[in-house]
Structures are given as C-alpha cells and as structure tokens.
C-alpha cells in the first residue's frame, strides 16, 4: 500500500517557464512534508519542507504547496533551470520518511 | 561541517562473505538512518538510532545488522547476503525534533553475487 504517491514519472519543462511536480498521500497522521532532488548514484539532497500547520512555504525559486484537505502537496520551481534536472522525491514524515516513488525532471534549454 | 559520509563507496561481496557500511557524521545529530534502494524506487527505511539505541526496525532480515557505536558513528554489518539485496545504501541523520530534515549521505553501492 503506496502511501506517499507520485503519479508522474516523468515531467519536460522548457527553460524558464514554470515546473509543477505533484504528490499525494493518504496517512492523515503524516505532519511533516520535504522534497528531496536527487542524482544517479548520489545521496538525496534536501530541497525544502513544510509542515502540515502550514499551506506555503518559500525558498528562492522553489515553492511548496499543501492542501491538507485533498492530502495534495506540490513543487513549483520557477524559472526551471537545465541545472535542475533530476529526481524528485516527495516524501512525509512520521515516525521516519515515507518516500513517493520520484519525478524525473528534464529541463531543456 | 554538514556533510554525512558513507564508506565504501562500492562493495562487491559473496554469498558467504562478511562485510560492513560504516556512515558517520559530525553535526551533532542524535538521529540516523539506514536506507536500502533498489533501481528505479524509492529509499526504503530499514533501521532508525535514536541517542545512539535502534527505536526502529522496519522488519529487515537478520542478515543486516545495525550497530551505533556512539553519537557519530552508524555501521551496517552485512553476511550471508542474497543476490536481491544488492542495491544502493543510504544513511541519513537528522536534528533533534520531529520537524526537521534528514541530511543523507552519498550512499553505498553494493553488489552482491
């Protein structure tokens, strides 16, 4: 039972225009929630969080995006960069991290 | 320093060998993590130290045995591996209280034949 899920395995975004990545799960007990970008063969990197009390949350060019009711959360990462090709992992937090099964992001220049 | 590292970077081991994943890191973290990832999915938690004592064990088959030798130090031994446990091993740490994020290290790739 998937409960964290991603349902777009891949996503092509033009540079400069706006990329949306989309998460949903279904463990109302989650209460916290992090994307994470990640490499082949490298680690997770951290990108940025939001905590279930909130519906945004900020940080440069990336935004997220919670809608409890619909146990919905989104990244938008604008303007979209070549640099930020990669992996997304959308992952919620109780006890430990339950992960989404990631987005491939392909940014063409 | 905010860096997690994970050594070796490869390991190529036997069914009957015996072998260890060393992770460590020096932010002063008392939460680690243990992650196994196969190609093409998600990390998937194994193990959780809390204050250097396992609170978690996602029901990981005793042939994966986690050990915390202290605050900065988390080792995963391994023997009489499978074929199918070959995959990428993720460590990560984390802060202390429920909101803050896990910094992961680069991981290990293990191979097992």
């Known amino acids: 039972d998937q409960q964290v899920k991603q349902n777009s395995p891949s996503l092509s975004v033009q540079e400069g225009r706006i990329s949306i990545l989309n998460c949903d799960y279904t463990n109302s007990m989650f209460d916290y929630f992090l994307w994470y970008k990640k490499y082949p063969a490298e680690g997770p990197t951290f990108l940025i969080s939001?905590?279930?009390?909130?519906d945004k949350n900020e940080d440069g060019r990336f935004t997220v995006f919670l809608n409890k009711s619909a146990k919905h959360l989104s990244l938008h990462i604008v303007p979209s960069q070549p640099g930020d090709s990669a992996v997304y992992f959308c992952a919620a937090s109780r006890r430990a991290l339950t992960f989404g099964s990631g987005t491939r992001l392909q940014v063409q220049p | 320093d905010t860096e997690v590292t994970q050594t070796p970077k490869h390991l190529v081991m036997g069914m009957t060998n015996k072998k260890s994943l060393k992770c460590e890191q020096h932010m002063g973290h008392r939460a680690m993590y243990w992650y196994k990832q196969k190609a093409k999915k998600p990390p998937e938690l194994m193990f959780v130290y809390s204050y250097e004592k396992l609170s978690i064990n996602e029901s990981v088959p005793s042939r994966f045995s986690p050990e915390c030798p202290n605050s900065s130090l988390l080792n995963l031994h391994l023997h009489a591996l499978q074929p199918e446990d070959s995959a990428l091993y993720l460590c990560?740490?984390?802060?202390?209280?429920?909101?803050?994020?896990?910094?992961f290290g680069p991981g290990t790739r293990l191979t097992v034949l």
């Open positions: 939001i905590s279930s009390i909130k």
């Open positions: 990560a740490s984390r802060a202390g209280g429920p909101y803050n994020e896990q910094f």
